[in-house]
C-alpha cells in the first residue's frame, strides 16, 4: 500500500457523507461503502466504465459478475423478474444479508458488464443506514463486490479498504466494524428449486422456515460453478490453513472457537472467535482475526472446529477456502 496515495476517509456520520460519496458515485468514482455484511467497493452500476473501474481496482476475473444494490424491493422489481417464491423470500428478508439472482429484465440500464454477460442479475437491498443514504442520494443502483483485492480476506473494516485497494477506491465511509462480517446469502431458483450459491450471513435454515422447503446447495454445474464468485481460492491469507485443529502444533498461531482445549505456552499467537461459543461473534470477527494473525507474521494458523450448524456453515466455507490457500 502506497501511504501518499491513501483515499479519504469520511465518517459515516459526518452531516455531508452521503452528498460527498453521491457526487463520487455520479462522476464514475468508487467508494468504499460500509454495509451490514461487509465493505463494499462501490460504484454506478449503469456505468461501465465505473464498473471496469471496479474489475480494475480488484484485480478480479471479469467472468466474476457483481451484485447490484438497490433502495427497495420495487426497484429491484425494475432490474430483475422473480418468480412467486424468490418474491416472498425478497420481502420477508430485504433490506437484508441476502442476494437473488433472477433474470435480468431486458430494460434494466445495469451494465452487462456487471453481469459480466449473464442473462442473469444478482440484486440486494441492503440494509445498513450509510449504504441505504448512499444509494437514495446517488439515485442508481450500485455495483458493490466487496472492497478487497480478488482472492484475498474480505474487508470488514474501513482501515482493510484503505489497505487493500489504496488509490484505487476515491472515498471510503467508515462506520467502523461490519456487523454481520461475512458476505450476503446468494440464492437463486434453478430449475424449479430454490438453490443457495453462497452460504452467507443468513443462515440457509431462516429462508426454509420461512419457505416451508428446504434449500439446495449449489454444486458445480455443466459450465463451471454456478455462482461464478465462488472461485475455490477465496479468502485466502497469506498464512496457511489448518482446519478442525483442537490445538496448535509447533510453529503455528492458534484461532480459537469457545473455551481452548489446551493451555497455551508462552509465545504462542492466539486469538478467539468467540470465547463464548457465539457463531453470530465468530463471523463477524473472522476476516479481521486472519488479518490480524497474518499480519502477526503468522507463517501457520491453526483454526478450533467450528460446529456447522446456523451461520456455521458459511463460517467453514470461507475457512474451507481459506485453507487451500493462495
Ligand atoms: O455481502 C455482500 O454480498 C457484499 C456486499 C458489499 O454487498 N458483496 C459481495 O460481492 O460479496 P462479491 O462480488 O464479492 O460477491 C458476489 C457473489 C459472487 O459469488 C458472484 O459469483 C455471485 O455473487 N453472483 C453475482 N451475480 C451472479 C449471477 N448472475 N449468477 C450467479 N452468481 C452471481
Ligand atoms: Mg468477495
Not at 496515495?5 to 455520479?26: E, G, Q, W
Not at 425494475?78 to 442476494?99: K, Y
Not at 449504504?131 to 455495483?143: C, D, E, S
Not at 499480519?295 to 470461507?318: C, F, H, K, M, Y
Request: glycine content about 10%; charged content about 20%; cysteine-free.
Amino acid at each position: 500500500m502506497n501511504q501518499a496515495s491513501l483515499p479519504p476517509i469520511i465518517p459515516a456520520d459526518a452531516p455531508d457523507m452521503a452528498a460527498r460519496a453521491a457526487d463520487m458515485i455520479r462522476k464514475g468514482r468508487l467508494v468504499g461503502l460500509p454495509t451490514e455484511t461487509v465493505y463494499g467497493l462501490a460504484g454506478d452500476a449503469t456505468s461501465s466504465l465505473a464498473v471496469a473501474r471496479i474489475y480494475a481496482a480488484k484485480g478480479r476475473p471479469s467472468f466474476n459478475p457483481l451484485i447490484v444494490h438497490v433502495e427497495s424491493p420495487d426497484v429491484a422489481g425494475m432490474h430483475g423478474l422473480f418468480s412467486a417464491r424468490l418474491e416472498q423470500l425478497a420481502q420477508h428478508f430485504w433490506p437484508g444479508p441476502l442476494t437473488i439472482v433472477v433474470p435480468a429484465r431486458p430494460e434494466s440500464p445495469v451494465a452487462e458488464l456487471a453481469r459480466a454477460g449473464l442473462g442473469t442479475i444478482a440484486l440486494r437491498v441492503p440494509a445498513h443506514a450509510a449504504a441505504r443514504a448512499v444509494i437514495k442520494a446517488a439515485g442508481l443502483p450500485l455495483a458493490a463486490p466487496s472492497a478487497n483485492r480478488s482472492g484475498q480476506v474480505t474487508a470488514t473494516r474501513a482501515a482493510h479498504v484503505a489497505h487493500d485497494l489504496g488509490a484505487a477506491v476515491d472515498l471510503i465511509i467508515d462506520a467502523g466494524a461490519s456487523p454481520a462480517g461475512l458476505e450476503s446469502t446468494v440464492i437463486a431458483e434453478i430449475e424449479g428449486k430454490i438453490v443457495q450459491l453462497r452460504a452467507g450471513a443468513l443462515p440457509r435454515t431462516a429462508m426454509e422456515a420461512v419457505l416451508g422447503e428446504a434449500i439446495a446447495l449449489a454444486g458445480v454445474g455443466k459450465d463451471g460453478p454456478l455462482a461464478p464468485g465462488m472461485l475455490t481460492k477465496h479468502y485466502a491469507p497469506r498464512a496457511r490453513v489448518r482446519l478442525g485443529a483442537r490445538r496448535p502444533q509447533a510453529g503455528e498461531a492458534y484461532l480459537g472457537f469457545g473455551p481452548l482445549a489446551f493451555v497455551p505456552e508462552d509465545g504462542l499467537v492466539t486469538l478467539n472467535l468467540s470465547e463464548r461459543s457465539d457463531l453470530t461473534e465468530a463471523a463477524a470477527r473472522l476476516f479481521h482475526h486472519l488479518r490480524l494473525l497474518d499480519d502477526q507474521g503468522a507463517s501457520a494458523i491453526a483454526v478450533a472446529p467450528i460446529p456447522a450448524t446456523g451461520l456455521g456453515e458459511a463460517i467453514n466455507d470461507r475457512l474451507a477456502r481459506a485453507a487451500l490457500g493462495r
